[in-house]
């Protein structure tokens, strides 16, 4: 019974650190400020809140030496995806955002044998076209005029972002705390977005600041600390199957307080999308 219980707390755990991190959707479209001023405020803020943290637990900020130049392209991968997801947001709306943002572990199976040199696998090519098949019922029309249109394409560059950070720090999650990993990658996009605070009028961020402490600390500092804790308790794969609700969340978020209610064909494409995630993490759950 104990370790029943002790199953489904780490289970709340994950979903919970689920419902944090989907709040990005919402968060990213409310917030009225232009993007780079955004992700330079989250990512200060944040990186505040998790150092203290990591000091207080005491946490080891050493790095080995052949590692730091992968953390370095970590955090500007992940700086440009926050960029490019927040801007795919502003174009359109929570649903085609998130939606699009979630093909990067289908594009992550095809970049992976290219970058790590592992075997190609055929079944991915069926899921690929599930997910091409996705994106065509996202995508209004193919007119590049549509601002839909163009956030599909900047969400999907944004999963590649994405892709690529996780790919960097694949061999290398193990052996660092992923609330310091998280800190390091947090002050490269500070590094990395600081021309923004020189570039805009700071007093904007003024009538949003308790937005974007909800966004540095709930969904950033608690959010992914909770997901990158979860890895001690699950699996990868199987923490991937779980994430994949997460679209479906921030989703729910936005119809309850921004009032977006996505639309049958918008539905339809997250429906074949969210598969071919399930689909490829069930397969290698399995394998």
């Not at 000091?55 to 991968?77: C, H, M, N, Q, T």
């Not at 947090?186 to 974007?212: E, R």
Request: with cysteine; proline share 3%.
């Amino acid at each position: 019974m104990k370790l029943k219980n002790t199953s489904l707390s780490h289970l709340l755990e994950i979903n919970l650190a689920m419902v944090f991190i989907s709040t990005s959707g919402a968060l990213g479209k409310y917030i009225e400020l232009p993007v780079p001023l955004i992700i330079v405020s989250r990512s200060i803020l944040a990186f505040l809140v998790l150092m203290l943290y990591c000091k207080w637990r005491g946490f080891s900020f050493k790095v080995l030496k052949e590692d730091v130049i992968p953390i370095i392209a970590s955090g500007l991968f992940l700086g440009l995806h926050w960029l490019t997801y927040f801007y795919s947001l502003k174009l359109s709306n929570v649903a085609i955002g998130m939606l699009s943002l979630f093909t990067y572990p289908i594009l992550t199976s095809f970049l992976e044998p290219l970058l790590l040199k592992t075997k190609f696998q055929r079944i991915h090519l069926l899921l690929g076209l599930l997910v091409l098949a996705g994106i065509y019922f996202l995508v209004p029309s193919f007119d590049i005029q549509d601002s839909s249109t163009i956030a599909v394409g900047i969400g999907l560059l944004s999963a590649l972002f994405y892709a690529l950070r996780n790919i960097i720090l694949k061999n290398r999650a193990a052996s660092y705390n992923g609330s310091t990993l998280m800190c390091f990658q947090l002050a490269v996009i500070a590094v990395m977005m600081s021309p923004a605070l020189m570039y805009y009028n700071l007093t904007l961020v003024g009538g949003q600041w308790q937005w974007l402490i909800v966004l540095a600390l709930l969904t950033t500092a608690i959010g992914h600390t909770l997901f990158l804790n979860s890895f001690k308790h699950f699996s990868i794969t199987t923490a991937s199957i779980l994430s994949s609700v997460q679209p479906v969340f921030g989703i729910i978020i936005a119809a309850i307080f921004l009032k977006e209610i996505p639309t049958a064909l918008t539905v339809l494409g997250g429906v074949l999308i969210l598969s071919s995630v399930v689909i490829e993490s069930v397969r290698s759950f399995k394998k």
